[in-house]
Structures are given as C-alpha cells and as structure tokens.
C-alpha cells in the first residue's frame, strides 16, 4: 500500500492518531516479549526447531572429576608395536626401554601377549600386566606424577 493511502497519514499531527486517550495498542510490536520470554508459552514452536535441548537438566559433574588426572592406557599386546613404531629406542641391559608417559600414556593394561623381553616405564600398572611383562623376561618401573 503506498504511504499516501495509509490511515495515519490523516492522523499525523493528532496526539492519540485514532487510537483514544489511554493508549490502547501500547507495547503492540513487541512480538511477544523481550529476550527469552514466551519459549515455554507462544515461542514454543521455536524452541522445539532450534533449541530442543533448552529445557531440562543436563547432568552432573562431580567436583572430584575435576581434581582427578586422566591418563590414557595402553595394552600390554600394544607394545610391540610401539615398539616399531619408535625410531630410536634405549636399551638397557639389552632390553629396549618404553618410556609410556613420554609417549602420551599413563597406565598399563593386562590385554594380549608379549614375548619380548622390555622394560616399561608407567605410572600405574595393572597387576596381570606386570605378570605378562615379567614372564617374557621384562620389568616395569613406576614413575611418580
């Protein structure tokens, strides 16, 4: 509609432009409220849409967690492939020498076979893997965090 044909073209000038002295459309165009009003109400459409996870609860972290160190464990059938997979090892005694924190790793676990005789370093074991490192003719040594 052009702007010259609209009612409030009459009106301009006039205090109220139609609408009486209290103001009966105040607060029209808010289009249902401020910020995040209505999303349980009229905004329900939207929610569902764009934002499904915006109601609820979400869990609980427990303040322990984030004290806790997480470390990363390897198998004890994993080590002779990292055990290809490094270029230069260190020996001692003739047995090569797997260093498992500096690697990433934090734990050793007892899954799968090893026949080779090595020395791993950890900060934690297990106490089949320390069986199995022991019965091919290794050792383990612990070290601290």
């Known amino acids: 509609m052009p702007t010259r044909l609209r009612k409030i073209r009459k009106f301009r000038g006039s205090r109220t432009c139609g609408w ?3 103001g009966q459309h105040r607060k029209s165009g808010m289009r249902g409220g401020f910020g995040r009003t209505g999303r349980h109400k009229h905004k329900w459409t939207w929610v569902i ?3 499904p996870d915006y109601f609820g609860k979400r869990g609980f972290k427990s303040p322990m967690q984030k004290i806790k160190v997480r470390v990363k ?3 004890v059938g994993e080590l002779p492939d990292i055990l290809v997979k490094l270029e230069k090892t260190e020996t001692q005694d003739g047995k090569p020498v797997i260093d498992l924190p500096a690697l990433g790793y934090g734990k050793l676990l007892g899954k799968g076979r090893i026949d080779i005789p090595v ?3 950890a900060y934690d074991f297990t ?3 320390v069986e199995k490192i022991k019965k091919a ?3 383990v040594i612990k070290v601290e965090v």
């Open 119 to 121: 020395i791993v370093k």
């Open 73 to 75: 464990e390897v198998n």
């Open 49 to 51: 849409k764009y934002a």
């Open 20 to 22: 009486g002295r209290v």
């Open 127 to 129: 106490e089949t893997a």
């Open 137 to 139: 003719g290794g050792e």
